[in-house]
């Protein structure tokens, strides 16, 4: 599989499989590729009940995207962050990988890229082993996976593996898709709506991966 060569040096993009000159896309992962709300849910439950400490698990998965410590900062003081965030990794293989699910229409559209002879490079927020945990757990055949990397900081690692497209469900996704110079389609299949990309500079709209083949399709003609 691709995605089990790309995990030899996911940084390098010489380790990513070559399948031709068609176009490099980029995906979020949680709420774009994945619906990862059961696992996170699990593991926050896990986490309160842990520590003692009061989380609102419904908001917190409501509003997946941001970085990790971001929404540690709404339940925790900013001294034990840290510790809780490496708590919460720790954690997470256990509680979040087994219930998370592919999204509608993944596999056929990780399949159009590479019928296109292009490359599937995913770049998430998440911490980077958990995301490729979740890769290899559902099968999803990605080429290379980085992870840790949030918003505009998204935009090197896209620029780096020659994306020139982004895909993401976050107005954050968007910001990351312009930093790179990338076409920025929006999903509205996580927090944020069509109204919320649209604002935030998204290209296109789509109702979500299921809808990404065909529009693939559309985008490879113009391209050649």
């Not at 060569?5 to 390098?12: G, S, V």
């Not at 709420?31 to 419904?58: K, N």
């Not at 299949?189 to 065909?214: H, K, N, Y």
Request: net charge negative; aromatic share 6%; hydrophobic share 45%.
């Amino acid at each position: 599989m691709a995605f089990m060569a790309a995990l030899t040096d996911p940084a390098d993009p010489a380790s990513a499989t070559e399948t031709g000159a068609g176009p490099v896309v980029g995906f979020d992962l949680d709420m774009t590729l994945i619906d990862s709300r059961p696992g996170i849910r699990a593991t926050w439950v896990a986490l309160a009940e842990q520590t003692g400490a009061y989380v609102d698990v419904d908001l917190v998965v409501s509003r997946l995207g941001p970085p990790l410590t971001d929404e540690m900062a709404n339940w925790f003081p900013a001294d034990r962050i840290p510790a809780m965030t490496d708590l919460y990794r720790e954690m997470y293989p256990t509680y979040a990988i087994e219930p998370t699910l592919p999204m509608p229409g993944v596999r056929e559209t990780v399949a159009a890229v590479h019928a296109a002879g292009g490359r599937v490079v995913v770049v998430t927020a998440k911490y980077e082993p958990n995301a490729k945990l979740h890769l290899a757990h559902l099968g999803i055949d990605a080429d290379v996976v980085v992870g840790d990397l949030w918003a505009e900081g998204k935009g090197a690692a896209l620029e780096e593996h020659g994306a020139s497209v982004y895909v993401g469900d976050h107005v954050g996704d968007v910001r990351g898709a312009r930093t790179a110079q990338a076409l920025s389609v929006g999903v509205t299949t996580g927090p944020c709506d069509a109204d919320e990309l649209r604002a935030a500079g998204a290209d296109v709209i789509l109702a979500g991966l299921t809808e990404f083949p065909s529009w693939l399709a559309g985008y490879v003609a113009e391209r050649a």
